[in-house]
Structures are given as C-alpha cells and as structure tokens.
C-alpha cells in the first residue's frame, strides 16, 4: 500500500549529504524557519521545521531539517535572503 | 435585535468562517506558538504562520515584514515612537484619529519630538503644498489617515506618499477604516501601514497588523520573550518576531485570517460597493427628512456617513436611536483633531457605517426611525 509520496526530487547530487537523521540549519526565528521550509517544499526538497537540538544552538530557536546537500539548501536560503545561523550535522 | 450601524468601530456579526475559525483555534490550537518543540506549539505556530502568509499577500508585503499587533493603536503606536525614538520631527494631518495625534502629542509633551498639524483641503496640490511647506531638515515622518474614522473622506495617501518617498520621510499610514475596503497595497508607497484587524477585515476583536516595506528599522517600545535567541539579555533583532513581544493573540490571529479570507473572496470592490450603495441609500432617506448636515458629503470617501440633525446633540440621537434598536456611533469618535477640523467638537457627530451584512431593509427601517426621532425633538 502506498502510504506516502514523497515530491522531492532524487537526484545523485542531491542526495550527496543524505543521512537518515538528517543536517540541521538553525534559522534566526520561527517565521523565516516556516517561510524557509514553503520555499524548498516548493522546490520540492525534503524540509521540516523542529526545534533547534540543544547542542547546537544558543538558546531557544527552531531550525530545518533537511535530507539534502546542505551547500545546495542555503544557496537556496542566500537567493531568497533568507538568515540562518549555521549548518550543523548531529 | 440591534441592528448595527456602528461598523467602523468594529465589525459585527462576523462571517461564519471567522466564527468556525476561532471555535476550531480554540479547540484545536491551544499550544503557544513559537514557544517550544511540541506538537502542540508547531501546531498552533504554523497557523499563526498561515495567517501571517495570508496577510502579506493580501498587502503585498514579505510575510516577515507582517506584525500582529492588538490593534491599530498600537500599531501606530509603535511605527510613531519606533521612528521618532531619537527625535526629529514629524507631520500629521488635522484628520487623525487619537491613536496617531495622542502619541505624537505624548511624545512632543515630553520633549522627545516635535510635530506639525496639516491641513487636508479639496485641492490636493493645495494640500500638498501645505505638507511640504511644514518639512524641515530635522523632519522625518509623516503620519496620516487613509480614510477619516468620522467621515469617511479619502485622503489622498498615493500623493503623499509619493511625496515622501521624494522628500525622504517615512510614511506611515492609518489604514484602519480603508483595509478591506480600498484595495490597498504597499505599492501604493507606504513604508509602514497600520490596521486593525476587527473593522473592516472582519477579524475578532484584539487583533491588528503593523506591515512594513522594510526600508525601515523601528526600535521596539515593548521587549520580552520571543522565543529566539532566549540566551541574549538583547531583544531578537529578527523580523517579526523583534516587534511581537509576549505571547500572541492565537485565537484572534486564526480568525483573522478567516476574516481576511472572506473579504479577499469577496473582493474589497464589491464590499464597498455594496455598503456605498447602503450609504446613498440612507444619505438620500437624510435630504428627505430635511434639517440634515451631512459632513464631507462631496469628498470622496470610504461609507461612513456622519451627520447631524440640526443643533441635537449627537449622543441624544444615537441614545434614541439604541432605543429603537439601532446602534450608531455619537461623540467625538476618538478624533479630537477632525472635530476641530469640522467645527464639531461641542455636538460630535452621528457616524453611520454599514457592513458586508447591513441590508438595505434595515437602512429604511433606519431612515423610518429618525424621522420619528425628528419629530420628537
């Protein structure tokens, strides 16, 4: 049975970075997190807003968890000025 | 029941959506958005995004640069003082509403800033003559009012905006009684634009919206948590979270988008259309009935008839009109400087503004009952 389907495309080059856990980018605040994960959902990247692991950030803040090659995402982040604070691998 | 002719204050009833909205928010999104990790919270923060999205398009703006705020007023509030913290000088107009002459007025009363009171005329090369007379080096906003909340007249906001962005002034405009009336864009050259989000984008009430171009930076009149950068004694410098301090208003956010919804459905065009046609209704029922002023009448404007009948006291008429099941606004309507402006400050005025939900059965009914009252006085 299917039971999902995913839009993301799977491209070698793409899927470079992939993990089961997944690389995290932490975002500046909730809103450019939401507006961040509209666009690569868009683009049909895997992308989830979750809270910011406690190990990776200063205080509170939520980040995205994404699948694909880091670099190819915050291009996409750049391109739509969109901030973040860093990319970080658990 | 009372039939409500009191729109401008706030809207009522509100569309079945905002009502199924804010029943569902409160049954389905108790978590505090933005405000941890649980389901609960990424839940209720992804309808308060939803909004916020829906909001920006509805405006034209980036969905980062969308504020809820409680209301207009601090809306106003918080673009006037955000601006003027260091100073300088700001214009407004002798059509502003308190929730924009209070502030300046609080702000020149303590030294922190200086303002001058432009007349709005007719001729609108008139009154932008006036405007640019009144800027100086020091000057570095104006303030005005899209649509007055007494009577209804236009401002004519593109001009000055236009001015501003030529003189190289803020423009901050009160858009409390023209958004969801006036298709209104930040195209139109606002740097920030206020409203509220209980009048005519029939939202709950406690709800409000501080849109900005970005072009400017406000400094912040309230801090506190906002869920980010929580380990900094410094307010987060981010968008919008920056300008929403404290827990939002979840509840009235959702059903503000509801709201929004429904007058982007049925168009901002056809809603005034519609109550414009209430309106002309009910201006004609006046000139019938004679010993009527009706105040801007050959302005442009937003519906909102304010009238009087003769010398009578404005509260005397609406007190009668509530006991004949009508409600309508008398007074001063929160608006000192157009009273002045309209020679009107001892008798205030009997405001009149229809709704999506008013009918024209009602406006006759209407009609029927001050011609009673007039006999009465």
Known sequence: ?90 | MTANFDNSATTFPKPESVRRAVSTAMVRYGGNPGRGGHSLSAAAGEQVYRVRKTAAEFFGAEVENTVFTPNCTYALNMAVKGIMQNGGHVIITCYEHNACSRPVFALAKNGRARFSIANIYEDTDRTLDELSALIMPETKAVCCIIASNVTGRIMPYREIAELCRKRGLCFIADGAQACGILDLKMSDGFNFLCTSGHKALYGPSGTGLLISDGQYKLSTIVEGGTGATSSELDQTPYMPEQLESGSVNTTGIIGLGAGIEFVRRKTPAVIRAHEKSLCELFENGLRNIGGVIVYDEGSERVPITAFNLGEEHSDRITTLLNEEGFALRGGLQCAALVHRTLGTTEQGVVRFSPSAFNSREQVRRLLAAIQKIKRKI
């Open chain 1, 1 to 90: 049975m299917l039971l999902f389907r995913k839009k993301r495309k799977r491209t070698v080059d793409r899927m470079e970075n992939f993990n089961m856990t997944g690389t995290y980018i932490a975002m500046t605040s909730i809103t450019y997190a939401m507006k961040a994960k509209d666009i690569l959902n868009g683009l049909g990247y895997f992308c989830e807003v979750t809270r910011t692991p406690k190990n990776m950030g200063s205080g509170c803040g939520y980040s995205l968890r994404i699948k694909d090659n880091p670099d190819l995402i915050t291009a996409q982040l750049d391109r739509h000025m969109l901030p973040y604070k860093g990319v970080f691998r658990p």
